[in-house]
């Protein structure tokens, strides 16, 4: 069980990542096989309004309730629908091939769990859906602009690259990136990206 510091933070009026989308999605989100997207670890809301936006059938999963009002917030502010659903991941029941795509934006736990929800994400995922996702990489330990301060929390790519290692790779991207997002990310962040597609079962 994560403690849930996550309830307090979100729980401020402002929203604490800001309401634009990860520049990543911004750019690269109407890539994603239309139909069913579920956000993991969505925070305030921001991912899944502007997949939403898009025209997407968007399912967020946080486990701060106060993230999911923002997000509920939010969507009425941009006039879109985005169904909100209360999971700790680390006793969620992941589905087998239920969604056309799997978001996942700085979503941060430890090496076990992000082993577990990994797994759980391509069991999810229908064929040729898509993982799509923007992490901290263990190197961003040292440029201290934004993510967890311990070195476990953070990603070691070849983990994502192990658990779809039959699957089609359209994007997979280690390195610099500048973030302004709100109050807690801001400067050159090192990251890894990716856009999966799941080839079978």
Same mark, same amino acid.
């Given at each position: 069980?994560m403690?849930?510091?996550? =309830?307090?933070?979100?729980?401020?009026?402002?929203?604490?990542?800001?309401?634009?989308?990860n520049?990543?999605?911004?750019?690269?989100?109407?890539?994603?096989?239309?139909?069913?997207? /579920?956000?993991?670890?969505?925070?305030?809301?921001?991912?899944?309004?502007?997949?939403?936006?898009?025209?997407?059938?968007?399912?967020?999963?946080?486990?701060?309730?106060?993230?999911?009002?923002?997000?509920?917030? /939010?969507?009425?502010?941009?006039?879109?629908?985005?169904?909100?659903? /209360?999971?700790?991941?680390?006793?969620?029941?992941?589905?087998?091939?239920?969604?056309?795509?799997?978001?996942?934006?700085?979503?941060?736990?430890?090496?076990? /769990?992000?082993?577990?929800?990994?797994?759980? #994400?391509?069991?999810?995922?229908?064929?040729?859906?898509?993982?799509?996702?923007?992490?901290?990489?263990?190197?961003?330990?040292?440029?201290?602009?934004?993510?967890?301060?311990?070195l476990?929390?953070l +990603?070691?790519?070849?983990? #994502?690259?192990?658990?779809?290692?039959?699957?089609? #790779?359209? =994007?997979? +991207?280690?390195?610099?990136?500048?973030?302004?997002?709100?109050?807690? =990310?801001?400067?050159?962040? =090192?990251?890894?990206?990716?856009?999966?597609?799941?080839?079978?079962?």
């Open positions: 069980m403690t849930n510091h996550w =309830h307090e933070r979100f729980s401020d009026e402002r929203y604490m990542y800001g309401k634009e989308p520049a990543f999605i911004a750019s690269h989100g109407d890539r994603l096989p239309k139909g069913k997207v /579920l956000c993991i670890a969505e925070g305030e809301g921001r991912n899944a309004v502007h997949l939403a936006k898009l025209g997407y059938d968007v399912t967020a999963w946080d486990y701060a309730q106060s993230g999911l009002d923002k997000t509920k917030r /939010l969507a009425e502010e941009n006039g879109v629908n985005v169904t909100t659903e /209360l999971h700790d991941l680390a006793d969620v029941e992941w589905g087998t091939d239920e969604w056309d795509a799997i978001v996942h934006v700085f979503g941060h736990f430890p090496r076990e /769990l992000q082993e577990r929800t990994l797994a759980g #994400i391509r069991q999810a995922l229908k064929p040729g859906g898509y993982y799509m996702s923007e992490l901290y990489t263990e190197e961003q330990l040292a440029y201290r602009t934004g993510g967890p301060g311990s476990e929390m +990603y070691d790519p070849k983990l #994502i690259l192990q658990t779809f290692p039959t699957d089609f #790779i359209h =994007h997979f +991207y280690i390195g610099e990136v500048y973030r302004k997002e709100g109050l807690l =990310h801001e400067g050159d962040s =090192h990251v890894v990206q990716t856009m999966i597609e799941k080839r079978d079962r």
